[in-house]
C-alpha cells in the first residue's frame, strides 16, 4: 500500500533544532514538499527536492534520500511562530497528485 | 492578486442535502486541486484538474463530482451529504505540475458539517 510516516508530535524549546523525519512507499515519486500549517490555517508551502541532498532555505533545510525513501525537514533556531504542523507530501505524478503525510505538530516552548 | 478564495467559508448540511464548495484563482494556474483534512489524517487528494477541460479523481473521489469550464473556477459539487463528508475542503492551485516543484498555493479553506 501507499504511506508516509513522520512523527505525531516533536516539543522544543526557543532557539533549539528539531529535525522532522518522513519516510514514503508510494507507487510513483516525483519529489517530496513540505508544507507548514498552523492552527486554523491553510498549508502554506516551505520547500520541495526532486533529487537526493540537502536545500536549504533560511533557518529550514529539507533533505532527501531516494534509495533509502526518506526525507527531513530540519527546522534551525526555532522561534515561538514556527509552533506549527509541518507535512510531508510526496507527489506520485507529474501532473499534479500529492499524497501527503499525517502531519507533525511542533510546540516550541520558551 | 486575491490568490485562491474559497466561498463559504463555513457550511451546515442536512444529511442527504447538496451543495457546491466555490473555487477560484486570479493567479492563471493550469492545475487545481480539492482537499479535504480530518483531524490527524492529513489532507487527502479528492479531485484535480490540469486544465480547463480536464478533471481527474484523486484518493477519495467517491461522493464528490467536479468541473472545470474556466481556467479561473474549480467548483466542488456534493452530490447527497453524510455525515462523514464532515471536514475541512481545501482548494489550492498551481503554475505547473507539483512534479515539477512548482508550491501549491491553498485557499482559505471551507469549514463542513453534515448533521
Known amino acids: 500500500g501507499q504511506s508516509l510516516e513522520q512523527p505525531s508530535e516533536v516539543t522544543a524549546v526557543e532557539g533549539a533544532i528539531v529535525q522532522i523525519n518522513c519516510t514514503y512507499q508510494?507507487?510513483?515519486?516525483?519529489?517530496l514538499s513540505w508544507y507548514q500549517q498552523h492552527d486554523g490555517g491553510a498549508p502554506t508551502f516551505l520547500s520541495y527536492?526532486?533529487?537526493?541532498g540537502l536545500e536549504e532555505t533560511g533557518r529550514f533545510s529539507s533533505f532527501l534520500s531516494r534509495s533509502d525513501s526518506y526525507g527531513y525537514l530540519l527546522l534551525q533556531e526555532l522561534q515561538m511562530k514556527d509552533s506549527a504542523s509541518y507535512f510531508c507530501?510526496?507527489?506520485?505524478?507529474?501532473?499534479?497528485?500529492?499524497?501527503f503525510g499525517a502531519g507533525t505538530q511542533v510546540v516550541v516552548t520558551p | 492578486n486575491a490568490g485562491v478564495t474559497q466561498t463559504p467559508k463555513f457550511q451546515v448540511l442536512k444529511t442527504g442535502q447538496s451543495m457546491t464548495l466555490q473555487c477560484a484563482q486570479d493567479?492563471?494556474?493550469?492545475?487545481m486541486s480539492w482537499y479535504r483534512q480530518d483531524p490527524g489524517m492529513g489532507l487527502r487528494l479528492i479531485h484535480y484538474?490540469?486544465?480547463?477541460?480536464?478533471?481527474d479523481q484523486g484518493e477519495v473521489p467517491n461522493g464528490y463530482n467536479v468541473s472545470r469550464s474556466t481556467t479561473e473556477d474549480f467548483p466542488l459539487r456534493l452530490l447527497s451529504a453524510a455525515p462523514s463528508q464532515t471536514s475541512v475542503y481545501f482548494c489550492?492551485?498551481?503554475?505547473?505540475?507539483?512534479?515539477?516543484?512548482?508550491?501549491?498555493?491553498f485557499g482559505p479553506g471551507t469549514r463542513l458539517t453534515v448533521l
Open positions: 507530501a510526496v507527489s506520485t505524478d507529474s501532473w499534479g497528485k500529492l499524497q
Open positions: 484538474s490540469v486544465g480547463a477541460g480536464i478533471t
Open positions: 493567479m492563471n494556474h493550469e492545475y
Open positions: 527536492n526532486a533529487l537526493d
Open positions: 489550492a492551485s498551481s503554475p505547473a505540475g507539483t512534479g515539477s516543484g512548482n508550491e501549491q498555493f
Open positions: 508510494t507507487s510513483g515519486f516525483y519529489g
